[in-house]
C-alpha cells in the first residue's frame, strides 16, 4: 500500500514529473554517447597488445627508417617477431572516402596481429597476387566490396595510381577491433618505387616488433634504440598502447572538456530532480505531518520520498540508455569514418546507473530532511 | 473510576525572538472516561496548543499528562509516536485526507503501523466506514466526496485503531450546518454509544452544547463558564 502511495505520489503532477523524466532521459542520453565519444578514441589503445613494440624514426613518424635494421633488431633478446609497414596514404576516388590504409610485410604483420580474423584459403589467396589486399569487414561494406574486386587508390606520399586486388576481408577477434584498415603488399611498395624513384626504395616507416612476454621495461625498449644510437636515423621504440596514446595525447584537452561535459550534464539534472522534489514535497508537507501524527516514523517519510524520487530517475534513466543504443548507431554511421570502433560500452551502461542512482538519492535528500524535522503542529500548518 | 487523562500543573510557552509567551500556566484537568469534552475560548487562548499535548504532538514545558497510567511527557519522540499511533485518533478543521489515496485507503492508512493481516485491516476499515455511513463510498478519492463526508472519513480514520481518546480541533468549522450536525451526531455517538473519550476544541457554541461537559480557556486559566470577556458564548 506505501509502494501504491509512492507511484500514486510520482504521477500527481503528471506534466512535472514527465517533464523531470525527459530532462533526465536526456542526460543520461547525453552522458553515455559523450562517454561512448570519449572510450572510441581510446579503442586504439584499448585494442592494442601489451606483447607489441613500435619502432620509428627518433625525429618523427613521417622520417623512414632503412631496411636493414630489420635484421638488427630481430637479434634483440626477448624479441620474436619483427613486421614492418608504410603508411600510404592512398584516397579511393574522392578524399572524403578516408581510411586508413598500410603497406605491410603481410605474413609478419598478420601474425602479429591474431585478433584479425582471416579465413585460411582467402589468406592465402592474399599471400599469393602481388597486388592483393586485405580490409575490414565495415569497410568493405562501406564501399560494397567483394573478393576479386579490382580497387584503385591514388597515391599521395607514394605517386601515381595503384591498382589492388581485393583478396581476403578480416574480422574483429572483438568489438574493440577497427574494421576499417586497408592493407597490401610492403614488397609491391617497394618493388614500385625501385623502379620509379630507387631513391626511395627500401626506407621503412615503421617496424611492428612482437616480444615474447609481456613484460616489457625502459630495458627492452632501449635496448632496441641503442643499436641506432649515433647513426644517421636514430630510432624511438614504445609499446604500441604509448604509441597510440601518443595520438590521442593530442587531442587530449578536448577529451577532457568532453568528459568534464559529461559530468556537468549530470550535476545540472541532479539540481532539477532535486527541484522537482523539493516541490513536491513542499506541498506535501501537511500529508507528512498527518503521517508522522499518526505515528509513523522519519524511515517511513524516507522511504516514500526516496521512492518516488527513484521511481522517476529510473524511469528517465531506462528511457535515456535505451536510446542511447540508436543514438549512438546514428552517431557513428554519420561520423564513422573518424571513429572506426563506436561501440556503447558495459562500462558506459554502467555508469548511467550509477549516475541515476546518485541522482535519485541527492533529489532526496534534503526534502526528506525538511519533510521529516518539520515539527508536525507547523507541518499541519497549525492543527485546525 | 480513575479519570483517563489526568493533567496536572501544565506550563507551556513559545519563544518568540528573544522573549517568550507564556500560554498554558500551571493547568489541571481531569477528564473521565467517556466524556465528551468541549475546549472554547478565544482565538490565541492555548486551545490548540492544549489539545496538542494532550495528543502528544508536542511536549510541555513543566507538568504532566496521564493518560490511563502513562505519563506521555516522560516519552522519547520514537516513543511518542507509537504510543500515538496506538491510543490517540485525530480528527482536523481541514479533514487532512490523503488526496492519492481512497477513502478505504486513507481509513486503512494507520493500521499499517499495526500487525494486522490483509484482511483483518479490511474487516476494521470496513467497520469503520459503516460506523460513519460511508461503505458506499470506499473506492471514491477524497475529492470526489463533500466536506462533510470527507471529514467522516477522518472520523473512520481517527477510530479504526480503537484509540483510547479522540481529539478534534475545530472538526465543523470548515462545514456547513448540515454536515456539522452529522459530525457532531457522529462523535457524540462515539461517546455515548462505544464510550470513547473524546476531546474537542471548537468555536461554535452550538457545536458545544452537543459535548457533554464544556470548560473554557482564557488568559492560560480553565473555567467551568465563560469570563465576562468572552461574551459570544454567554
Ligand atoms: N509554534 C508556535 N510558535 C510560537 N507561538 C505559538 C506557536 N503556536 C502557537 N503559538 C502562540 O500560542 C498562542 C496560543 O495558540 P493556539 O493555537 O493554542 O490558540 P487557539 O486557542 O487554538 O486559537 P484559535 O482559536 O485561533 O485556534 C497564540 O498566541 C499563538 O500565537
Ligand atoms: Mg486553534
Redesign the pocket.
Known amino acids: 500500500m506505501l509502494l501504491k502511495l509512492l507511484f500514486r505520489n510520482a504521477f500527481r503532477h503528471r506534466l512535472r514529473t514527465a517533464l523531470t523524466v525527459c530532462g533526465i532521459c536526456v542526460a543520461i542520453l547525453s552522458f553515455g554517447l559523450l562517454r561512448t565519444v570519449v572510450s572510441a578514441w581510446y579503442a586504439g589503445v584499448d585494442a592494442s597488445s601489451a606483447t607489441r613494440l613500435v619502432t620509428r624514426n627518433a625525429i618523427s613518424l613521417v622520417f623512414p627508417l632503412p631496411l636493414s635494421y630489420k635484421e638488427k633488431i630481430r637479434g634483440v633478446e626477448g624479441v620474436k617477431l619483427v613486421s614492418l609497414g608504410n603508411w600510404f596514404g592512398g584516397i579511393y576516388i574522392e578524399e572524403k572516402n578516408f581510411f586508413a590504409n598500410f603497406a605491410v610485410d603481410s605474413k609478419t604483420y598478420l601474425d602479429l596481429y591474431p585478433e584479425f580474423v582471416i579465413p585460411a584459403d582467402q589468406k592465402l589467396s592474399f599471400f599469393k597476387e602481388r597486388k592483393g589486399c586485405v580490409v575490414g569487414r565495415k569497410l568493405a561494406k562501406r564501399f560494397g566490396w567483394k573478393i576479386g574486386d579490382a580497387i584503385v587508390l591514388r597515391g599521395t606520399i607514394f605517386p601515381g595510381n595503384w591498382e589492388f586486388v581485393l583478396r581476403a576481408i578480416y574480422r574483429g577477434r572483438d568489438k574493440t577491433i577497427d574494421e576499417n584498415q586497408f592493407f597490401f603488399h610492403w614488397d609491391y611498395l617497394n618493388e614500385t618505387m625501385k623502379k620509379i624513384q630507387p631513391r626511395r626504395a627500401d626506407q621503412v616507416g615503421f617496424y611492428m616488433v612482437g616480444m615474447a612476454s609481456p613484460d616489457i621495461t625502459a630495458e627492452t625498449t632501449e635496448s632496441i634504440d641503442k643499436l641506432f644510437k649515433n647513426s644517421f636515423a636514430e630510432t624511438l621504440t614504445e609499446t604500441e598502447k604509448v604509441f597510440q596514446m601518443g595520438f590521442i595525447s593530442l587531442s587530449q584537452t578536448i577529451l577532457t572538456v568532453i568528459q568534464l561535459v559529461s559530468m556537468v550534464v549530470i550535476v545540472i539534472i541532479m539540481a532539477v530532480a532535486a527541484n522537482t522534489m523539493a516541490m513536491s514535497v513542499r506541498e506535501r508537507m501537511s500529508e507528512y505531518a498527518v503521517f508522522k501524527t499518526l505515528g509513523f516514523g522519519g524511515g517511513y517519510l524516507a522511504f516514500l520520498i526516496l521512492g518516488e524520487s527513484m521511481v522517476i530517475t529510473a524511469l528517465g534513466c531506462g528511457m535515456g540508455i535505451l536510446l542511447t543504443y540508436p543514438a549512438a548507431d546514428a552517431f557513428a554511421r554519420a561520423v564513422g569514418e573518424f571513429f572506426p570502433v563506436f561501440n556503447v560500452a558495459k562500462e558506459t551502461i554502467y555508469l548511467d546507473i550509477a549516475a541515476s542512482v546518485i541522482i535519485g538519492v541527492v533529489a532526496a535528500v534534503f526534502p526528506i530532511w525538511r519533510a521529516v524535522s518539520v ?1 508536525i ?2 507541518g499541519l500548518g ?1 492543527i ?1 | 473510576m480513575a479519570p483517563v487523562i489526568e493533567i496536572k500543573d501544565l506550563t507551556k510557552s ?3 525572538g528573544s522573549q517568550s ?1 507564556v ?1 498554558l500556566e500551571n493547568l489541571s484537568l481531569d477528564i473521565e472516561e467517556s466524556e465528551f469534552l468541549a475546549l472554547m ?10 489539545l496538542n499535548l494532550i495528543a502528544g504532538l508536542d511536549k510541555a514545558d513543566s507538568g504532566s499528562i496521564r493518560v490511563r497510567g502513562t505519563d506521555i511527557s516522560s516519552l522519547s519522540e520514537n516513543g511518542l509516536a507509537k504510543w500515538r499511533a496506538e491510543n490517540v485518533g485525530f480528527i482536523f478543521q481541514f479533514y487532512n485526507l490523503i488526496p492519492v489515496l481512497t477513502a478505504f485507503e486513507n481509513v486503512e492508512l494507520p493500521l499499517i503501523l499495526t500487525n494486522l493481516s490483509r484482511k483483518e485491516r479490511k474487516e476494521h476499515v470496513t467497520t469503520a466506514l459503516r460506523l460513519v455511513n460511508l461503505e458506499d463510498r470506499m473506492e471514491h478519492y477524497p475529492r470526489q466526496l463533500s466536506g462533510g463526508q470527507q471529514q467522516r472519513v477522518a472520523i473512520a480514520r481517527a477510530v479504526v485503531t480503537d484509540p483510547t481518546i479522540l481529539v478534534a ?2 472538526p465543523t468549522g470548515d462545514l456547513d450546518r448540515r454536515s456539522a450536525e452529522e459530525v457532531l451526531g457522529l462523535m457524540e455517538k462515539l461517546s455515548s454509544v462505544i464510550g470513547k473519550t473524546v476531546v474537542m ?1 471548537t ?1 461554535d457554541p452550538r457545536a458545544a452544547k452537543k459535548a457533554g461537559n464544556i470548560k473554557y ?1 482564557e488568559k492560560g486559566v480553565l473555567a467551568n463558564a465563560p469570563q465576562a470577556s468572552f461574551p459570544e458564548c454567554i
Open positions: 515539527p503542529a507547523s497549525r485546525g | 513559545y519563544r518568540r509567551i500560554v475560548g478565544p482565538s490565541g487562548s492555548g486551545k490548540s496548543t492544549l480541533d475545530e476544541v468555536h480557556l
